[in-house]
Nanobody, 130 residues
Framework: QVQVMESGGDTVQSGGSLRLSCKVS????????VGWFRQAPGKEREGVAG????????YYADSVKGRFTISQDSARTTVSLQMNNLTPEDTAMYYC???????????????????????WGQGTQVTVSS
C-alpha cells in the first residue's frame, strides 16, 4: 500500500524559510513525478513544484520560481521542498502527491496537474505571518 506523508509545516514570519518533506513508501515502481501542491482557504488547489524522480528534472509554478526548491534524496523515497523568502500569500495547506506521469511535472502550475496524481498525503500547514 502506497503511503505519502508530509512533514515540516510551521508558522514563520514573512521573509523566513521552511523545509517540507514528503516521504513515499510502499511503491514498487518508478513514480515518475512527485509534486507539491497547496491550497489556501477559499482558493483552488495550486501546484507549486514537481520533480522527475528519474533524472531529477524540476519544474516550478511562476508564483514560487526563485524562492522554492524541490529536491529528492538519493534513495528517491523523500522529496523535499525548500521554501525561502516566504510571504503571507504562501500561507496554505501543502500537499505532496506521488505517482504522477512525467508529463504532469511539466504542467505543475496548471489547474489540471493535480488530476494526474494517484496518491496524496494528508497535508502539512504552512502559516506565514506579516
Amino acid at each position: 500500500q502506497v503511503q505519502v506523508m508530509e512533514s515540516g509545516g510551521d508558522t514563520v514570519q514573512s521573509g523566513g524559510s521552511l523545509r517540507l518533506s514528503c516521504k513515499v513508501s510502499g511503491y514498487t515502481g518508478n513514480y515518475n513525478c512527485v509534486g507539491w501542491f497547496r491550497q489556501a482557504p477559499g482558493k483552488e488547489r495550486e501546484g507549486v513544484a514537481g520533480i522527475h524522480t528519474t533524472g531529477g528534472t524540476t519544474y516550478y509554478a511562476d508564483s514560487v520560481k526563485g524562492r522554492f526548491t524541490i529536491s529528492q534524496d538519493s534513495a528517491r523515497t523523500t522529496v523535499s521542498l525548500q521554501m525561502n523568502n516566504l510571504t503571507p500569500e504562501d500561507t496554505a495547506m501543502y500537499y505532496c502527491a506521488a505517482d504522477g506521469p512525467r508529463a504532469a511535472c511539466g504542467i505543475i502550475g496548471q489547474k489540471a496537474a493535480g488530476t494526474y496524481f494517484g496518491h496524496w498525503g494528508q497535508g502539512t500547514q504552512v502559516t506565514v505571518s506579516s
